[in-house]
């Protein structure tokens, strides 16, 4: 097998003795050739399979000979926007433009349009009128109906019908890109691929369609939001491999764009296979000049130990992408990896994390699963976890001691998010002690995401009793091991569900806590998500009864920007810049009773002369105060205006950033990443 990089440029592809490549290879992000970045692996994927593939990264989409590097490739195009949605990457949830862009040399934004997907096919399409091109990506893969798009607010066609391409490969593509390839290499012409798990297709001709459900007409589904969540509950309810039947969706009744059912997950020895691949574990080095490529030196000394997630929260995407069966790497691939990292020269013997979705998610919920897949109608995790669930952390702790015990090791980090009620469940301890021991740094943080159970309830998260529980269990651990550490609880603002009522529940608790989160997550409506339907629908998909549209319960959502502000001020109501906010919502909702100055008020009569009068520890930002916040969410001080006595100011990098990285993927996602969406 070849090593180096895949050609950038025609002079490589010269270089490496080839004329005309197998497929190009269009992508939105610079070329990082490790297992964490999609393009990388779908390309030496398709190389370990004999196919030879040449790149063309960010490429100037004003003109047209940019997709002409290697003219005309011999079986087809791959597009994809890159690790994540170019809108998500692109545009903050207030949809501001972003200033920094992780996947593109020296973190400069603006090197890819908006839409990417769209725009490099009709790009291509301007030259090469009847190539094949197949998208993929998350962009591709969670846009593969007519869905929601927040930024337009307006329901769109799906991608496949606005770019123009012939093919989507959705979810992680390691099973179908291999299959598309095969058939074209045998002579099958694009339009007759129509059979591959994993793949969404075009017709004309609905008699073709077999075995399939009819989806709502794309006409109803945008012009009637009951339709709209219809058809989504309906998508949501055949996401598994085992059990999902083919769906189809009519465009003016003539046009029909027809998913097939997802590709089967990957066996271990799959998955391993995949990482076994010759990366270079390293960004293209033209990109030297201009600085690197800034995501790299984020996961570059982590290692990717599972896929998929039985969680299932209804903001996250994965269940629409890579599904609810966890699919693990062998303990032999992780170490070989490893042992990669330790040969590197600017390895210092940290392992960063070791994790994926959800970092001890080792083996399937139940056993059923592998030959039956997930239950339709019923979650692993929530309301409780459900009786049939294998709660085991026996594996993970076994791999975390083979890691910590390789010599130039000095500590392996947990930094994906892990699911504090499956560790709840598991009534043998050893994993959260040897976690609190072993591979905590002062701050554990997990997403309760909110603490009202009216909010939890519609992210499908556990309610806040096991959270508190979670604590509780946490502190007892960390005092028998004389450690003083605390966990930093991950929140969501305006998620749909949460009233203004819901955010000063959470503001109390959050007073109470003593704590002062710097950065709050707002709910972005991104593609793919159950609460993205509820966002634009209004209603709850997963209260769908005998298929009754009419069932589906209604849900209250704050979409006004000044509601949204108040909500996300109210978490952060120690910030005196929020204090105009967060007075106007108590007065609103009658909490006059939370204006004041003592503990139990959130904030004083009168707002505080511009820069004074503010404890340090109520700023954000700016380090611990002397008040401390733990997981008993002990005291520590509450209104401003009481100097010295602020709760705990801690900076969660993280927290701010992880709705931008929640959904990449290469068919493909950065699941260190995206777990922190949990
Ligand atoms: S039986 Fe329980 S654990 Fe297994 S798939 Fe169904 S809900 Fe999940």
């Given at each position: ?310 969680g299932?929260c ?41 994790g994926?979705?959800t970092a001890e ?20 995790l ?32 947990v930094r994906s998010g892990f699911r504090f009620d499956y560790l709840l ?6 994993f959260l002690?040897?976690l609190c021991?072993?591979h905590v740094?002062g701050q554990l943080r997990v997403a309760p995401e909110h603490i009202?159970?009216?909010?939890l309830?519609?992210m499908?998260k556990p309610?806040v009793?096991t959270y508190n529980a979670f604590c509780r269990e946490f502190e007892?651990m960390n ?6 550490q605390y966990i930093v609880p991950y929140l969501m ?20 806590l003593?704590y002062?989160p710097?950065?709050?997550q ?107 916040a733990d997981a008993?969410g ?16 801690v900076?969660s990098?993280g927290n701010?950033?992880r ?16 777990s922190r969406k949990k």
């Open positions: 097998m070849p090593n180096g990089f895949l050609p950038l440029s025609r002079q490589e592809l010269t270089e490496q003795g080839i004329t005309q490549p197998d497929f190009v290879y269009v992508s939105g992000d610079a070329y990082v050739d490790h297992s964490s970045f999609g393009t990388a692996i779908i390309c030496r994927l398709l190389q370990s399979r004999g196919y030879s593939v040449a790149l063309i990264c960010q490429p100037d989409w004003r003109d047209p000979q940019s997709v002409q590097e290697y003219g005309e490739p011999r079986l087809g195009f791959l597009v994809s926007s890159g690790n994540m949605d170019s809108m998500v990457n692109h545009y903050t949830v207030a949809k501001k433009r972003r200033h920094q862009d992780a996947y593109s040399p020296g973190g400069v934004i603006g090197k890819r349009p908006d839409y990417a997907v769209i725009v490099y096919c009709n790009l291509i399409r301007q030259t090469y009128k009847h190539t094949p091109i197949i998208i993929g990506g998350i962009e591709a893969s969670l846009r593969r109906h007519s869905h929601y798009d927040y930024w337009s607010d307006r329901v769109r066609r799906s991608i496949l019908l606005d770019s123009g391409a012939d093919l989507i490969s959705y979810g992680m593509g390691e099973h179908s890109i291999p299959e598309i390839a095969d058939a074209l290499a045998s002579g099958i012409g694009i339009r007759d691929i129509t059979y591959i798990d994993g793949t969404v297709y075009k017709t004309r001709d609905e008699e073709s369609i077999y075995d399939a459900i009819r989806l709502p007409d794309f006409e109803q589904v945008r012009s009637d939001k009951r339709q709209y969540a219809y058809s989504f509950a309906i998508q949501h309810g055949n996401t598994d491999p085992f059990q999902a039947k083919r769906l189809y969706e009519a465009y003016d009744g003539k046009l029909f764009v027809v998913q097939n059912p997802p590709a089967k997950p990957l066996t271990t020895q799959e998955m391993d296979d995949v990482y076994a691949l010759p990366f270079m574990r390293a960004y293209h080095p033209s990109y030297e000049k201009d600085g690197g490529i800034p995501a790299l030196s984020e996961i570059k000394f982590s290692l990717t130990s599972n896929r998929g997630c039985f299932d209804n903001f996250c995407a994965l269940t629409f992408h890579e599904g609810r069966i966890v699919q693990a790497r062998s303990h032999a691939s992780i170490l070989a990896e490893a042992k990669t990292c330790l040969r590197d020269p600017d390895f210092k013997g940290y392992i960063h994390d070791v994926g979705p998610f080792r083996r399937p919920a139940c056993d059923k699963q592998l030959t039956k897949g997930a239950c339709k109608h019923r979650r692993c929530y309301p409780k976890p459900c009786p049939n669930l294998k709660v085991d952390h026996s594996d993970y702790l076994s791999l975390l001691r083979k890691l910590r015990a390789l010599p130039g090791v000095k500590k392996v980090f469940a598991d009534k043998d301890r050893t002690r040897e021991e072993y740094s009202s159970d009216n909010v309830s519609r499908g309610d009793g007892k005092e028998k091991l004389h450690k003083n603002s305006s998620h749909p569900g949460s009233t203004m009522k819901d955010a000063i529940a959470l503001a109390e608790y959050i007073r109470d003593g002062m710097e950065q709050v707002d709910f972005y409506p991104t593609p793919g998500t159950i609460s993205t339907c509820m966002y634009y629908t209004g209603l709850d998909p997963t209260t769908l009864k005998n298929d009754d549209p009419a069932t589906m319960q209604k849900v209250y959502v704050a979409r006004d920007p000044h509601e949204k502000a108040m909500q996300r001020a109210l978490i952060q109501y120690r910030d005196p810049a929020n204090y105009a906010l967060v007075k106007e919502a108590l007065l609103r909702e009658g909490r006059a009773d939370l204006i004041g100055f003592g503990d139990k008020f959130l904030i004083p009569p009168r707002a505080p002369r511009a820069g004074a009068g503010v404890p340090s520890g109520n700023r954000g930002g700016a380090g611990p105060s002397k008040g401390k008993a002990r005291k520590a001080g509450s209104a401003y205006g009481k100097s010295g006595s602020g709760g705990k100011s900076k990098p701010k950033e709705s931008r990285h929640s959904a990449s993927s290469h068919g493909g996602i950065d699941s260190r990443r995206r």
